[in-house]
């Protein structure tokens, strides 16, 4: 079965794609990695100072939501629906989200909230 990247953490397992592409129009499903919920995460839970986020200001909501995931500690939001192995006391192993961030191909200077991780 195809799965789709979440765009915040870069966990590969979605059923369905965050976005669509052309329309923009989001999936309402929630990430069960990250617990961002596309469509609804970026307007509510991110304050950009924006009622509804447009569309090219969304890359900055993800930004914002995944520093504060991982400086949180990289909860797992759904631990029934995620990986088991990837797992530890209910966060996201830290190889795995390095692994998962990697995915994500984002600018290295958008990682310095990385740095009490030891790569
Ligand atoms: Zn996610």
Known sequence: MKTY???????????????????HSAS???CPCCY??????????VDLG?????VDMREAAFQLYRKQ???KGAVVGSPEN??????EDGKVKQETVL???NRLNLPLDNL????????
């Open 5 to 23: 990247i979440c765009p915040i953490c870069g966990y590969d397992g979605l059923d369905a794609p965050p976005y669509e592409i052309h329309s």
């Open 28 to 30: 309402y499903d929630i």
């Open 36 to 45: 961002f919920e596309y469509g609804y995460s970026e307007d509510h839970e």
């Open 50 to 54: 924006y009622i509804v986020t447009p």
């Open 69 to 71: 995931w991982i400086e």
């Open 82 to 87: 995620y990986p088991k192995e990837f797992q």
């Open 99 to 101: 692994k998962q961030l």
């Open 112 to 119: 310095t909230f990385l740095e009490e991780y030891d790569i």
